[in-house]
T-cell receptor
Framework: GAVVSQHPSRVICKSGTSVKIECRSL??????MFWYRQFPKKSLMLMAT?????????EQGVEKDKFLINHASLTLSTLTVTSAHPEDSSFYIC?????????????FGPGTRLTVT | GQSLEQPSEVTAVEGAIVQINCTYQTSGFYGLSWYQQHDGGAPTFLSY????GLEETGRFSSFLSRSDSYGYLLLQELQMKDSASYFC????????????FGSGTRLLVRP
């Protein structure tokens, strides 16, 4: 089946530093990947849609200069949280859609728990 | 905008049947999906309704009624491992394929 990996699974960083999270589709090509943020016991909030070879599309209220997204290949998208602050602490999940798939199913990565101290 | 509302928590007994409802307000969408998420884990796809009616996949069934702006997930023969959060989601009508998730329902299965 379709597998999406994320790295790292957990990261702790200090305020003011930047953190990069990788999302990879392991056995399929994904022209489109999505980045979500999830607070404890809350729903998934879509942050942005990442398109291979083009700029990401950010949802309303998401700072594109703070959450940098790069989708340089058909199997890799990265999210960089720049100048992280404690309020950026959250669970970040990516998902990918198989380019050949006509159905809307998305395959989710295992998530990255970010803690900013 | 789009909003999908679900009950926040549901409790049921092992072996029983439980229904998780999803009511939505949206200008249009391609279909209604359901995802399961265990604490700290990734959402996993359960079911998809493109058309009105019932879709059955093993112990899980999902239903959609566009005229009523309503759908539900039915879990039968509940097992302890079914304790998790369940989310309905709709795919927007634009070409982005993005999903908008419901508020989520935490299901607790008791022995």
């Amino acid at each position: 089946g379709a597998v999406v990996s994320q790295h790292p699974s957990r990261v702790i960083c200090k305020s003011g530093t930047s953190v990069k999270i990788e999302c990879r589709s392991l056995d399929f090509q994904a022209t489109t990947m999505f980045w979500y943020r999830q607070f404890p016991k809350k729903s998934l909030m879509l942050m942005a849609t990442s398109n291979e070879g083009s700029k990401a599309t950010y949802e309303q209220g998401v700072e594109k200069d703070k959450f940098l997204i790069n989708h340089a290949s058909l199997t890799l998208s990265t999210l960089t949280v720049t100048s992280a602050h404690p309020e950026d602490s959250s669970f970040y999940i990516c998902s990918a859609r198989d380019s050949r798939d006509r159905v809307s199913e998305q395959y989710f990565g295992p998530g990255t728990r970010l803690t900013v101290t | 905008g789009q909003s999908l509302e679900q009950p926040s928590e549901v409790t049921a007994v092992e072996g029983a049947i439980v229904q998780i409802n999803c009511t939505y307000q949206t200008s249009g969408f391609y279909g209604l999906s359901w995802y399961q998420q265990h604490d700290g884990g990734a959402p996993t796809f359960l079911s998809y309704n493109a058309l009105d009616g019932l879709e059955e996949t093993g112990r899980f069934s999902s239903f959609l009624s566009r005229s009523d702006s309503y759908g539900y997930l039915l879990l039968q023969e509940l097992q302890m491992k079914d304790s998790a959060s369940y989310f309905c989601a709709v795919r927007s009508l634009d070409s982005s394929y993005k999903l908008i998730f419901g508020s989520g329902t935490r299901l607790l299965v008791r022995p």
